[in-house]
């Protein structure tokens, strides 16, 4: 069964600080991967989704990055955060007309 | 935009009565799928109905798809303290770039009294 690893569990980091989210994957090869965003009391907004080495999909034009070195790898980034990049930062992996698999996520902070 | 809005958005019910969600959408899917998040964690999946698929049941859960109403229910019987819980529906549709993923809405939070 495919089991997803996202680190770190909680995140503190000030304003203008740079950000790295990894998740990784095991039980499953060539993944469908995703990083979903959710702010408090709200739904999850899709901001990136891959589907191979390299191929990176942008859905919200905004102040992250994404990046995809290896199959099962999948990292979430920025160069500078802001107040409104805080929220709960969720990893899943699966293929469109199956279950999602969710990571346990990341909840960041920005100071 | 996000597509999959659940009503209500908060249910408190006593333990062993029945919770119903209902969750309404925009465009045209290829299925829809229920999740259920506890406080502070990821999304557990619940279940999945195709869009050829009317209703579709999973232990106590209860699922119903009204394709022409664009609109679905989750229905919870004998309701346990468990089940407290935040539930979203997720339908699966072309988003931006044109590949199909699911879309959240913002949830129906359940508060099971014991």
């Known amino acids: 069964s495919q089991t997803i690893h996202q680190w770190p569990a909680t995140l503190v980091q000030p304003v203008g600080s740079p950000l790295s989210l990894e998740c990784t994957v095991e039980g499953t090869s060539n993944p469908n991967l995703y990083w979903y965003r959710q702010a408090a009391g709200r739904g999850l907004q899709l901001l990136f989704y891959?589907?191979?080495?390299?191929?990176i999909s942008s859905e919200v034009p905004q102040n992250l990055s994404a990046s995809r070195p290896q199959d099962r790898q999948f990292i979430l980034s920025s160069k500078k955060l802001l107040l409104s990049d805080s929220g709960f930062y969720l990893c899943?992996?699966?293929?469109?007309?199956?279950?999602?698999?969710f990571g346990n996520g990341t909840r960041l902070t920005v100071t | 935009s996000q597509q999959g809005e659940e009503d209500p958005q908060a249910l408190s019910i006593q333990e062993g009565e029945n919770a119903t969600m209902n969750c309404s959408y925009k465009t045209s899917i290829n299925n829809l799928q229920w999740y259920r998040q506890n406080s502070g964690r990821g999304l557990v999946h619940l279940i999945l109905?195709?869009?050829?698929?009317r209703e579709k049941h999973s232990g106590r859960l209860r699922v119903t798809l009204d394709t022409s109403k664009k609109s679905s229910s989750l229905l919870i019987t004998a309701s346990r303290a468990a089940d407290t819980a935040s539930y979203f529906c997720?339908?699966?549709?072309?988003?931006?770039?044109?590949?199909?993923?699911?879309?959240f809405g913002s949830g129906t939070r359940l508060q099971v009294q014991p």
């Open positions: 899943a992996t699966g293929q469109p007309n199956s279950p999602l698999h």
């Open positions: 891959s589907v191979g080495i390299g191929q």
């Open positions: 997720a339908p699966l549709k072309r988003v931006g770039t044109g590949r199909r993923a699911l879309t």
């Open positions: 109905i195709r869009s050829n698929e």
